[in-house]
């Protein structure tokens, strides 16, 4: 995630907000969260169908991740 957000010129937080899921054509879904009210934000420690899909976009950006749906250190980096 940080190295995309880095080489993609994006706010490098490790968090895969609205700018940086727009960068690799995902859309945000609404939250539970607290930050925005209509966003999804992933970070490490998410789990679920949204952090698969952010690590197939990274995958596809050409990232050498894996793809199992959580947000651990490997999607991290």
């Known amino acids: 995630m940080r190295d995309f ?3 993609s010129e994006l706010s490098v937080d490790g968090v895969a907000g609205p700018d940086t899921l727009a960068a690799l054509g995902l859309e945000a879904a609404p939250a539970r969260a607290k930050r925005r009210a209509d966003v999804v934000y992933l ?3 998410s789990s679920g169908r949204a952090v698969r899909e952010l690590q197939q976009a990274l995958v596809n950006a050409g990232y050498d991740i ?3 749906g959580v947000f651990g250190d490997d999607t991290d980096g």
């Open 43 to 45: 970070e490490h420690g």
């Open 5 to 7: 957000q880095r080489e």
């Open 66 to 68: 894996a793809v199992d």
